[in-house]
């Protein structure tokens, strides 16, 4: 029991579903409540695939295709950051207006299920905690926290709406830029990680 607590706590750090909330609203900003939920739904689910394929055989995949982690930290800390450039330019708003659909620009695979909910970090602890124990029923116990964990983002999540309509388009704005500088450094920080696990760097 304590190992199940354990692994929920730190999973639950490494996502960190809390934090992940006022970032969905931001790259969510003008849909409606259904396409919400629709982007939640569908982030959430590739998160649980990604997480699940990463924990039973992700060091095996990354070594196969020649990939260290350090690597595909660094790869997701550039791509998270030029997500953050758009936030602060607001240039995702700039192409969202006059539209009732946004099927060019849909966050649910990039950058909300991975590298947000499913990044690096996460993937890495996947491997870390079904690696404690190779037995099957220690790993379906890892598997269920993950999705408890996912579960908790999935909730937030829809809670999205009501939050936003209360912040009014002026507070999404300013949240939208103050989550742009956060996730901007946050992309910087997986990098500078990336880098550090190389060896390279102290």
């Known amino acids: 029991m304590a190992a199940i607590l354990t692994a929920f706590v730190t999973l639950f750090v490494v996502i960190d579903p809390i934090g992940l909330a006022p970032l969905f609203i931001a790259l969510t900003q003008g849909m409606s409540d259904a396409q919400r939920r629709r982007i939640g739904w569908r982030a959430t689910l590739i998160a649980a695939i990604l997480l699940t394929l990463f924990g039973l055989a992700g060091e095996n995949i990354l070594t196969a295709i020649g990939i260290s982690l350090p690597a595909f930290r660094i ?10 450039l758009d936030m602060l330019f607001e240039r995702r708003t700039e192409r969202r ?8 620009h849909d966050p649910s695979v990039f950058p909300l299920a991975t590298p947000l909910l499913a990044g690096p970090g996460a993937m890495a602890t996947m491997i870390l905690l079904v690696g404690e124990d190779p037995g099957a029923v220690h790993t379906a116990l890892i598997l269920l926290v993950m999705c408890m964990v996912l579960g908790t983002a ?5 809670l999205a709406g009501p939050l936003s309509r209360a912040l009014g388009r002026t507070g999404t704005m300013v949240v939208t830029r103050l989550l742009g500088m956060l996730l901007a450094a946050l992309s910087i920080q997986f990098i500078l990680d990336g880098l550090r696990g190389t060896g390279l760097f102290t």
């Open 97 to 104: 207006e006059g539209q009732s659909a946004d099927h060019d």
């Open 75 to 84: 790869a997701g800390g550039i791509l998270l950051f030029l997500t953050a």
């Open 154 to 158: 999935m909730l937030l999540f829809l």
